[in-house]
């Protein structure tokens, strides 16, 4: 009788071993590893070295936007318009147009507006945020820039001027091994970028 039971033990192991590993276990697993590493990824990826260009020296933010079926005068028709619009949001200090040329569909602003970078019941963080911003308007496409970027930080005796080249550069704003923002022109370098993708994808949208 034992002996039976013995074999009969030894039969049913092979199933006890598949039934610990379950498929239905490896989801688990590997989701599991995709947390860990989704932990892993760095937050300031995107503001690392390379997202601030520059030109001769010069940071200039710069995309080319496709408007298929869109004249040059159409773009710059649409692109004036916005760019009116936002002369006349709140958060705007003595912004102009700066050049008007519908022969060459040209048009270009000068803006200073607030940047925040914190709002909240007890902290309010922001720089005066001071550039231009260019439309170059052609059949089909639209080139737009943003360049002359300086800030005033601080408000009365306090405040302190930086020039773009200065403070948020990839020399001045990132560490040597590409890995963080250094602490005093992190939250420029960040807002500086998250500003113009806002821009850049405004204008796409409208140009679409």
């Not at 080249?165 to 998250?194: C, G, H, M, Q, Y």
Request: proline share 3%; net charge positive; aromatic share 10%.
């Amino acid at each position: 009788m034992k002996r039976s039971l013995w074999i009969l033990l030894l039969s049913l192991l092979p199933l006890y071993l598949s039934a610990q590993d379950n498929t239905w276990e490896k989801p688990e697993e590997e989701e599991t590893e995709a947390q860990q590493k989704q932990e892993k990824v760095n937050p300031d990826a995107k503001y690392l070295r390379g997202a601030v260009p520059e030109i001769d020296r010069k940071i200039v933010f710069s995309t080319t936007i496709a408007a298929p079926g869109k004249s040059a005068s159409e773009i710059y028709a649409i692109v004036k318009k916005y760019m009116e619009k936002m002369l006349r949001e709140k958060n705007q200090f003595h912004s102009q147009i700066v050049l008007e040329d519908s022969a060459a569909w040209t048009i270009a602003a000068s803006f200073d507006e607030w940047l925040v970078f914190r709002s909240n019941a007890l902290v309010l963080d922001r720089t005066h945020f001071m550039y231009v911003l260019k439309a170059d308007c052609q059949k089909g496409q639209a080139t737009i820039s943003i360049s002359r970027i300086h800030y005033l930080y601080g408000e009365g005796r306090d405040s302190q001027r930086y020039r773009a080249e200065e403070w948020i550069s990839d020399d001045a704003a990132v560490n040597k091994k590409n890995t963080r923002l250094l602490p005093l022109s992190a939250k420029f370098r960040r807002k500086t970028i998250d500003r113009k993708d806002f821009l850049f994808n405004k204008f796409e949208s409208l140009l679409k």
